[in-house]
């Protein structure tokens, strides 16, 4: 940028000169000089503050990788000074971001080895930005033994793979309704990952309420416990798409104790 200013106050003077001779020319020129300089951009990234929950680049050079494996060639380097925020883990894989918006994967020992400033360590700051995520709601439908069913649930992070759910569901069947609710204790060991398996225990109440046109139906009020392993994607910053496969059991008799199966797909927020 300074050269091609340099060239057209060089080209505009060369211009003036035969018109009003060399001195004309000289001082023109003189009076360019200043004026490039104070136009003169401040170098990037030096006297601009890093953001909060950003890091800085310490050594050389990072190098970014087009997707999260080392078979993804490198087409971007962050120089020293620079910033760079992370997005997102996969693996050992992180997703960042730089100060000039481009966005690339580095490994997770490069990153270690060469930031500094901005966070303890790099396990605090991913630690940090999940446990900001605390709380996630959602809702799914799918089939509960056979009949629609509609289920809502808010989730909220206790650790970094511990958290606690509360879900409630309806069931509309042909002969009778459902409605139920758990309290659920929820594993996912690799909560970071954009694919992250979970697995969940608990226990509710469980009501069937029959068709009054049913002679000798009665109404249903017992515990419920649930099993239920599921699979999330994290596909975006807030965005989680859910399925799950769930056992419940009814307790309703020392001698009588139904099981149900339910499959459900949805989408849930973080927040």
Same mark, same amino acid.
């Given at each position: 940028m300074t050269r091609g200013t340099q060239r057209t106050g060089t080209t505009a003077t060369?211009?003036?000169? #035969?018109?009003?001779? /060399?001195?004309?020319?000289?001082?023109?020129?003189? *009076?360019? !000089?200043? &004026?490039?300089?104070?136009?003169?951009?401040?170098?990037?990234?030096?006297?601009? #503050?890093?953001?909060? /929950?950003?890091?800085?680049?310490?050594?050389?050079? *990072?190098? !970014?990788? &087009?997707?999260?494996?080392?078979?993804?060639?490198?087409?971007?380097?962050?120089?020293?000074?620079?910033?760079?925020?992370?997005?997102?883990?996969?693996?050992d894989w992180f997703l960042v971001r730089t100060q000039e918006g481009a966005r690339g994967w580095v490994p997770r020992a490069q990153i270690e080895r060469t930031l500094a400033g901005g966070a303890t360590s790099l396990r605090d700051l991913m630690v940090d930005g999940l446990l900001a995520r605390r709380v996630e709601m959602?809702?799914?439908?799918?089939?509960?033994?056979?009949?629609?069913?509609?289920?809502?649930?808010?989730?909220?992070?206790a650790s970094e793979i511990f958290g606690v759910e509360l879900a409630t569901g309806q069931v509309q069947g042909v002969f009778s309704g459902t409605d139920f609710w758990h309290a659920s204790l929820v594993a996912e060991p690799w909560g970071q990952a954009a694919w992250s398996p979970f697995a969940s225990v608990g226990l509710g109440q469980f009501r069937n309420f029959p068709n009054t046109s049913l002679v000798g139906a009665k109404f249903?009020?017992?515990?419920?416990?649930?099993?239920?392993?599921?699979?999330?994607?994290?596909?975006?910053?807030?965005l989680i798409v859910r399925a799950?496969?769930?056992?419940?059991?009814?307790?309703v008799a020392d001698d009588r104790s139904p099981e149900y199966r339910a499959l459900t797909a949805g989408l849930a927020f973080s927040f």
């Open positions: 060369a211009r003036m000169a #035969p018109a009003h001779g /060399g001195v004309a020319a000289l001082l023109l020129l003189l *009076l360019a !000089l200043p &004026s490039q300089a104070q136009i003169l951009p401040a170098t990037p990234g030096v006297d601009r #503050p890093v953001p909060d /929950g950003h890091l800085t680049v310490e050594d050389p050079f *990072l190098e !970014l990788h &087009s997707g999260p494996g080392r078979g993804f060639p490198v087409f971007f380097v962050v120089e020293r000074g620079r910033w760079i925020a992370i997005e997102m883990r996969r693996t959602g809702g799914s439908w799918g089939r509960f033994d056979g009949e629609s069913m509609l289920k809502l649930w808010a989730h909220v992070r249903t009020d017992a515990r419920l416990a649930s099993a239920s392993i599921g699979l999330r994607w994290r596909a975006g910053p807030r799950d496969w769930t056992l419940y059991t009814a307790f």
